[in-house]
């Protein structure tokens, strides 16, 4: 098979994979409180947590459903104003999610987690801000990189309320497995985004110069 093709087929199952996660996600997590459920954590009014909550879902969705369209080269260089637009968008969009997500990391139900997502509701935010730096500075391949932490961050906020406790079935206490799950899926994408980014690149170029000596 020629090499193109498959790079091809595997990004198309890549991405219909994380586009598939993100849908599945948002009907089975999201889409209840806009029929009127309400969580007892969020308080009874809506200037209680629950606007936070609130701003929280509207800024999340922008970051989860516009990301995929951002890294689509076609739509982006054959639509770079709309390519814009909604780049502008999602940077609201996520900086909101992340702002919101700090203050509903106190309010966890799990003591123990909620130190993971303030950390990184921390790392979303200076993600998404450094991506919007990166731009004005017009450092095209810093923006790129920013962007895809930053959108790494959004689905880390999907890929812990998943059903993947099976993965670490070997940890008896359902307490100690959640904060497993929680820890886990925050940062090891983000390990694996940085070695395929960064240290991988690093270290051929370290490798070439060898050669070349």
Request: proline residues 2%.
């Amino acid at each position: 098979m020629n090499k193109s093709i498959a790079v091809r087929i595997f990004l198309l199952l890549f991405w219909s994979g994380l586009i598939f996660v993100s849908i599945y996600y948002y009907l089975d997590n999201a889409v209840v409180y806009f029929f009127g459920y309400r969580s007892e954590r969020f308080g009874e009014t809506l200037l209680s947590n629950q606007l936070f909550f609130v701003v929280h879902m509207a800024g999340g969705t922008c970051a989860l459903f516009l990301g995929p369209i951002q890294f689509w080269t076609w739509f982006r260089t054959r639509y770079l104003a709309i390519h814009r637009v909604l780049g502008k968008i999602y940077i609201v969009g996520s900086l909101v999610a992340g702002v919101s997500a700090l203050r509903l990391s106190a309010i966890n139900d799990c003591h123990a987690c909620r130190y993971s997502l303030l950390l990184l509701s921390i790392l979303f935010i200076f993600f998404t801000a450094a991506a919007y730096y990166s731009i004005r500075g017009y450092e095209i391949d810093a923006h790129k990189q920013f962007m895809v932490r930053s959108y790494v961050c959004a689905l880390a906020f999907v890929f812990v309320r998943l059903p993947l406790g099976f993965i670490f079935g070997f940890v008896e206490s359902d307490e100690e497995r959640r904060i497993v799950i929680e820890w886990f899926f925050s940062l090891a994408p983000l390990f694996l985004v940085e070695f395929w980014m960064s240290w991988l690149p690093a270290l051929k170029r370290s490798r070439a110069a060898q050669q070349a000596l």
